[in-house]
């Protein structure tokens, strides 16, 4: 069956499905629709959302940005891959950038790579959204510091936050610990540019945000057998996980969506009003 043959109840109702988390075969059993259908709709969605959220993430006033990213793969981990395979195989990188006052992500960018150029065009993006200076904080990665500077020279106020971590070797230490984090020892604040405020350097808001990507996408889930096949439906899954975060889910701190405090949204998003948008 047809993306085009299915009635736009259905279109919504795995739009749902898939934005919540429920995996394609899941899904294919829940509605009897085709994994296939199901699939190509979830990629002219996602496709969707990203134009969408790129349209409706700009001149925002957001005042204090964390940074972080999320590693997930296709196809196969990089240990896996052989010389045959397809080129974009191996490691995916999902950059994520959130805005600690209205919890908005106003940019995010899927790469192969943490490296400089992709560093840079996320940053670069990030800039474009804003109307007025930032405070940025992020972990101690190295390629940001380099292309804050480089995309922002002196017009940001940015800081790093550097974790150290350290191993449980007590006597309670069993093998499964090893699927527990880490704990941390020391947590250190360094000034980079600018003039930021060291109360709000932090990334606890963007790992928090972390973690509620990995439940809305399971392609990014640990120690599970979900990860994306193709580049192009782990970058569907991706924007769609988003649209959905800053229109469509009630933040539980907030009451409302991220959009609506940003005063990008006067009112409540449903997946019908999501789908209706980007089709």
């Known amino acids: 069956m047809s993306n085009n043959h299915l009635s736009k109840d259905k279109q ?19 509605t009897g629709i085709h994994r296939d259908t199901i699939m190509r709709l979830g990629v002219r969605v996602g496709q969707g959302c990203a134009g969408l959220l790129d349209q409706k993430m700009r001149n925002l006033d957001c005042n204090r940005i964390e940074l972080d990213e999320i590693w ?27 805005d600690a006052e209205t919890k908005l992500v106003p940019s995010y960018k899927v790469a192969s790579k943490r490296n400089m150029p992709n560093t840079i065009e996320f940053i670069a993006d990030l800039k474009s ?16 510091a380099d292309a804050i500077e480089f995309v922002y020279g002196q017009d940001v106020d940015y800081a790093q936050i550097v974790k150290t971590y350290g191993t449980d070797e007590s006597k309670y230490s069993t093998p ?24 709000y350097v932090s990334t606890s808001y963007v790992e928090r945000l972390n973690a509620s990507t990995r439940l809305h996408v399971k392609r990014l889930n640990r120690l599970t057998l979900a990860f994306s096949k193709k580049l192009e439906n782990f970058e569907a899954a991706v924007s769609l996980h988003f649209a959905a975060y800053n229109l469509v889910r009630t933040h539980s701190t907030l009451k409302m969506t991220p959009a609506m405090a940003a005063g990008i949204e006067r009112n409540f998003w449903s997946y019908g009003d999501l789908v209706e948008a980007v089709l």
Request: proline share 3%.
């Open 12 to 30: 919504i109702a795995v739009t749902a499905a898939l934005a919540e988390g429920n995996s394609i075969r899941s899904i294919e059993r829940m």
């Open 129 to 144: 959204r804003m109307n007025n200076r930032i405070q940025i904080s992020s972990d101690a990665m190295l390629s940001y």
């Open 176 to 199: 499964e610990r090893k699927y527990s984090p880490s704990r941390i020892t020391a947590s250190d604040k360094i000034w980079m540019q600018g003039q930021p405020e060291a109360k």
């Open 72 to 98: 997930g793969f296709i196809g196969k981990k990089v240990r896996h891959l052989r010389e045959d395979d397809d080129p974009t195989f191996g490691d995916v990188w999902t950059y994520c950038a959130i």
